[in-house]
Nanobody
Framework: QVQLVESGGGLVQAGGSLRLSCAAS????????MGWYRQAPGKQRELVAQITRSGSTSYVDSVKGRFSISKDNTKNTVSLEMNSLKPEDTAVYYC???????????????WGQGTQVTVSS
């Protein structure tokens, strides 16, 4: 069973930085895509950033230029560097790993337990 364990959340003032890490119990090369989602109180979970097995990245518009996702295949970790944090970035951040099968076309998601990020104004 795959386990994803997040770390690095906390309380920071607006304009500050945090680095989230996600450690997988197995090789992250077994996943097609890994990413970070967040869920603020009363809101739906949203995709923040993704990184593919080949290293391609994508971001939601609201974090472009401020957040950076990266991975270390040797350590089986995915990280999210968050700079210039804003109060609206406050949320529980979840690590996600997705396995995509093409025959038949399907996908399966693994989730971490979440880590709280609170940005004070």
């Amino acid at each position: 069973q795959v386990q994803l364990v997040e770390s690095g959340g906390g309380l920071v003032q607006a304009g500050g930085s945090l680095r989230l890490s996600c450690a997988a119990s197995g090789s992250i090369l077994s996943f097609n895509v890994m990413g970070w989602y967040r869920q603020a109180p009363g809101k739906q979970r949203e995709l923040v950033a993704q990184i593919t097995r080949s290293g391609s990245t994508s971001y939601v518009d609201s974090v472009k230029g401020r957040f950076s996702i990266s991975k270390d295949n040797t350590k089986n970790t995915v990280s999210l560097e968050m700079n210039s944090l804003k109060p609206e970035d406050t949320a529980v951040y979840y690590c996600n790993a997705r396995v995509i099968s093409t025959t038949p076309l399907s996908s399966y998601d693994y989730w971490g337990q979440g880590t709280q990020v609170t940005v004070s104004s």
